[in-house]
């Protein structure tokens, strides 16, 4: 019995992967940019520019959003917000579920599971995590699939949480 459901997992696993795979990316066609032409024939006469007041630059840069993907996660990013993280992104997994762990060094923190929308969908995720959690600077969030076909873990996207 065990075997036939491991089976049909293999084979639903098969058919998604198939359904996926086939998706063509449909390109937008280019935009391009109409000049209108007065129709008294006259070229228009350009208004000069008023002067805007200038605005000081803050001292320091706003910092960069690093953002991560892989196969199975796009547009993955972590903020911070209230003494917590998040981390927000976009999943195109079969039945809309994946995994996550949070550790320090060796340590796991966190781990569980999250459901959105299934494959082919891309389904959003948010996924908050106090930042009391983490002790050390070596914290990484680890998002990923189990494999259908042995249980393994594929697709994992590794993101390092700086506190």
Known sequence: MQKV?????????????TACSSQKNVKEPDKDQAVETPKDGKPAVEEPAKEEPAVEKPAQPAPETKVYHNEAFKDVVVSES??????????QVFEGVFQYKLSDGDKVL???????????????????FGKNLI???????????????DGSKINVLEVPIEK
Not at 82 to 91: N, R
């Open 110 to 128: 966190l781990e569980d599971h999250y459901q959105t929308a299934g494959a082919p969908a891309w389904g959003d995720f948010n996924i908050t």
């Open 5 to 17: 459901v491991y089976f049909l997992l293999a084979l639903i696993a098969a058919i998604g992967l």
């Open 135 to 149: 002790s050390g600077n070596d914290a990484v969030f680890e998002l990923f699939v189990y494999s259908a076909k």
């Open 82 to 91: 209230g003494g917590q993280f998040v981390v927000t992104g976009k999943a």
